[in-house]
């Protein structure tokens, strides 16, 4: 893995034996410079950028706004899920932007992002920090901050914003869950998510004919392959590769196998079984021959378990 020698500014990355990257910041913008040779030759060559630049990356200091806005936002666009993106962007809109956006990143202390994280809810204040910790991890990279205020560990606030339920369905009442499941087109999805530790969305993106039969001791097994998720609005979000899209899960590790055994993996391949023969594509259907939505997945397991 290439490793990154960090100082108050700059940055110098071996990248192979005899090759490093030189990063900086000059005029207010991110430049890059690739130098084969030693370590001792970058560091030299750092030392008389940094000597022809001045003593820092501009005249004016940088603002975690700015820091945000221009090098760590491009980033989380281009590497992170979409819900990823649409938290990151809400809690920087909602509690990170009015605290911090106007105040130059050397100039925020640890004991008032203290007290700033104890006035909001621990799930904000989680999520709060780690945007925070991200504009200074892309600023420390150009040199942009003298120290990192984020890399303390900082007490998180008791209070919660609502208490979200913990409850574990029990063997006794999964037949109850799995007649309401299947009476609203979701018995599948309920297999998925509540046997084999499926996502929503993970759970909604099986095709018909992906569920195979193993036999192991004696037992029969479903294997599912997690290849996509579906959206909200019944899509499968895409991502292109060398010029070819394919389906993006949560994250590249998210790719994987899943199985269930016994009386469930019975049901879940005679519920393929039915689909094949309507002439489905896919497990969950939307009756229009698309897979059905997160949305509409959520309105119909509601009104079932009210029923």
């Known amino acids: 893995m290439a490793r990154k020698k960090r100082s108050s500014w700059g940055c110098v990355q071996r990248m192979a034996q005899g090759k490093y990257r030189l990063r900086w910041m000059e ?3 991110r430049r890059t410079e690739t130098l084969y040779g030693t370590r001792r030759e970058a560091d030299d060559r750092m030392a008389e950028i940094r000597t022809r630049v001045g003593s820092g990356p501009s005249k004016r200091p940088v603002t975690v706004g ?72 892309e600023a420390s990279i150009y040199g ?107 994250t590249p590790g998210s790719h994987r196998w899943a199985a269930v055994g016994g009386k469930w993996a019975e049901r879940l391949l005679g519920l393929q079984d039915e689909a094949a023969a309507r002439g489905d594509r896919w497990l969950t259907d939307d009756g229009t021959g698309g897979p059905m939505g997160q949305a509409a997945a959520s309105k119909a397991w509601g009104e079932a378990i009210e029923a």
């Open 66 to 137: 700015e820091a945000y806005e221009r090098w760590y936002l491009p980033v989380v666009e281009q590497s992170a899920a979409p819900n990823t993106l649409a938290n990151t962007r809400s809690s920087w809109r909602t509690h990170v932007s009015p605290r911090w956006a106007a105040v130059p990143l050397d100039d925020v202390r640890p004991a008032d992002v203290q007290v700033w994280l104890l006035a909001l809810t621990r799930w904000q204040a989680e999520l709060a920090l780690r945007v925070l910790r991200g504009v200074y991890r």
């Open 144 to 250: 942009l901050a003298s120290s990192d205020p984020t890399s303390v560990r900082y007490r998180m606030p008791d209070r919660v914003e609502h208490a979200r339920a913990r409850e574990v369905i029990g063997t006794d009442d999964m037949e109850a869950y799995w007649e309401a499941a299947s009476s609203c087109g979701l018995g599948a999805m309920f297999v998925l998510a509540a046997c084999c530790g499926l996502r929503v969305g993970e759970s909604l993106g099986p095709m018909v004919g992906e569920v195979e039969r193993e036999e192991a001791g004696g037992v029969t097994v479903a294997a599912v392959p997690v290849l996509r998720q579906v959206d909200k609005h019944g899509r499968v979000p895409v991502r292109t590769i060398g010029g070819v899209e394919r389906p993006r899960l949560k």
């Open 27 to 29: 005029d207010g913008r």
